[in-house]
C-alpha cells in the first residue's frame, strides 16, 4: 500500500438496506466445519455427482454453440418440458410462452416475485420456522414480514392463527411445503383449507416447492398447481439444483398466471435478464426421460431411513420425516450438559468436539425460538452418513 493509498478518506457511507442481517447461519457452520474437519450436515446440498448424462447433455450444448444468452424467460425448449412435467403430474396446464419463467434458482425466484408485487407498507406472512431468505426479501422491497408460527413439534398449520394474522395490508404469503426446516408435508386438506382462507381476499401466494421431488410414501406433494384457487393467485417456485443434485447451476423456475408472469418478468429482465444457456437446454433434454425425478423419493427414502437408523443407536430423537432431505431431532435426551446450551451454541460445540455439523431450527425463527432442536441433512453418500453416525454415537 503506498501512502496516496493509504490517505485516501473512507468511503461513503450510507444506511444499509439489511441492517441486521450478517453471514448467515449456513455460511457460519460450513466455515467452522471445514476449519475442524468435521462432517457436513449442517448445509443443503449433496456429496455425491449428478447423472453423468446431464453432464453429457451440457457438454454437447456447448459444444453445439448454445452458449450465448438464452431468451429473456428461458429457452423455449426447457419451458415446455416443464409445462409438460406439471400437467402431467399436477394436472394444471401452463403456458410455456406466458406463464413460466427459468430463474437463476429458487431464491431469485422467490425475491423477484416479491419485487414484482409487494411495495412500502405490504405485509407479507411467512410461516416459521422458514428459510432464512424470506424476511429480508420482504424487507427489500419494502415490506413487513408478519411471522405465523407453525405448531411447535409437528409444525402443521395453525388456521386460526394464519386468520388472525391477515389483514387490510396483507399483499402475500410465503408457503413452503415440502417444509424446510421440518421435513413436514402439506396434507390435502391443508391446502384445501388455506384455499378456503385465500378465497375471499385479494393476496397472492408465493409457493416455494424446492422439494417437491422429496416425499415419501404415503404421504403426496400437494402443489399449489393441483388447487384451481391457489393456482389461480400463486407463484410456484421449484429447483432444478435441488431435483438433479446440482445445486451449484443455481437454475430454478416459476410458473404463474398470465398476468402474474408478466409483473414477475418485468423485474426478472433486470435482475438477472436470463440465466445459463447450455445448462437450460440440457436439462431440457434430461427431462425427456421422467424416471429421474419419478424415482427420487425412492432414492432419498433410503438415504433417510438409513440415517434414522443409525440415529437409533444415538440419544439423538429424531422427528418425523414426510419430505426434503433434512431430518430435525431433538437433543433434550441427550446425556451430556451441552445439551442445555441454546441451539446455536450446540451446534458450534458438535461441531468442534464431536465433528458433524448441523443447523440449529432457531436460526428459522425471526425471534429465535429455542426448543432444542437441531437439522441435519441427509442429502450425502452411505459412508458419509455412517462417518456422522459414528461420531454422533459418542454422545
Not at 99 to 119: D, R
Not at 249 to 262: D, E, F, H, S
Not at 263 to 274: A, D, M, P
Not at 374 to 380: L, N, P
Amino acid at each position: 500500500m503506498n501512502s496516496e493509498t493509504s490517505a485516501l478518506p473512507p468511503p461513503p457511507a450510507f444506511d444499509s438496506r439489511l441492517p441486521h442481517v450478517g453471514t448467515t447461519i449456513f455460511s457460519a457452520i460450513s466455515a467452522l466445519a471445514a476449519r475442524h474437519q468435521a462432517v457436513n450436515l449442517g448445509q443443503g446440498f449433496p456429496d455425491f455427482d449428478c447423472d453423468a448424462h446431464l453432464l453429457e447433455a451440457v457438454n454437447t450444448a456447448m459444444r453445439q454453440g448454445l452458449n450465448q444468452y438464452a431468451p429473456m424467460p428461458g429457452a423455449s425448449a426447457l419451458r415446455q418440458a416443464i409445462a409438460a412435467k406439471i400437467e402431467t403430474l399436477y394436472g394444471r396446464a401452463y403456458s410455456a410462452d406466458t406463464e413460466i419463467t427459468v430463474t437463476a434458482g429458487a431464491t431469485q425466484a422467490i425475491l423477484t416475485a416479491l419485487l414484482c408485487c409487494v411495495k412500502a407498507g405490504d405485509e407479507v406472512i411467512v410461516l416459521e420456522p422458514c428459510y432464512d431468505s424470506y424476511a429480508p426479501g420482504i424487507h427489500l422491497a419494502g415490506g413487513r414480514a408478519v411471522a405465523v408460527p407453525l405448531t411447535p413439534g409437528s409444525f402443521r398449520p395453525d388456521f386460526d392463527l394464519l386468520a388472525a394474522a391477515i389483514s387490510a395490508r396483507t399483499r402475500a404469503l410465503i408457503l413452503n411445503t415440502p417444509h424446510n426446516p421440518s421435513g413436514t408435508v402439506w396434507t390435502a386438506a391443508e391446502m384445501r383449507q388455506l384455499q378456503e382462507i385465500l378465497a375471499p381476499t385479494r393476496i397472492l401466494l408465493i409457493s416455494d416447492e424446492v422439494y417437491e421431488h422429496m416425499v415419501y410414501a404415503p404421504a403426496r406433494h400437494e402443489s399449489a398447481a393441483r388447487y384451481p384457487l391457489l393456482a389461480a393467485r400463486a407463484f410456484i417456485v421449484s429447483s432444478f439444483g435441488k431435483t438433479c443434485h446440482v445445486t451449484g447451476w443455481k437454475i430454478g423456475y416459476v410458473t404463474a398466471p398470465a398476468a402474474l408472469t408478466a409483473e414477475l418478468r418485468k423485474v426478472h429482465q433486470f435482475n438477472v435478464f436470463s440465466v445459463n444457456t447450455p445448462m437450460q437446454h440440457a436439462l431440457a433434454q434430461y427431462m425427456a426421460d421422467p424416471a429421474p425425478y419419478l424415482q427420487l423419493p425412492a432414492f432419498y427414502a433410503a438415504r433417510r431411513d438409513l440415517f434414522r437408523a443409525g440415529l437409533a443407536r444415538t440419544r439423538f430423537r429424531p422427528l418425523p420425516c414426510e419430505g426434503t432431505y433434512f431430518q430435525t431431532v431433538s437433543i433434550a435426551d441427550l446425556n451430556v450438559p451441552e445439551r442445555a446450551l441454546p441451539e446455536a451454541d450446540f451446534c458450534q460445540w458438535l461441531t468442534r468436539e464431536i465433528g458433524v455439523a448441523a443447523i440449529p431450527l432457531s436460526a428459522f425463527y425471526g425471534n429465535g425460538f429455542d426448543q432444542g432442536l437441531i437439522r441435519f441433512c441427509f442429502a450425502k453418500k452411505d459412508e458419509t452418513l455412517a462417518q456422522a453416525i459414528a461420531r454422533l454415537e459418542r454422545l
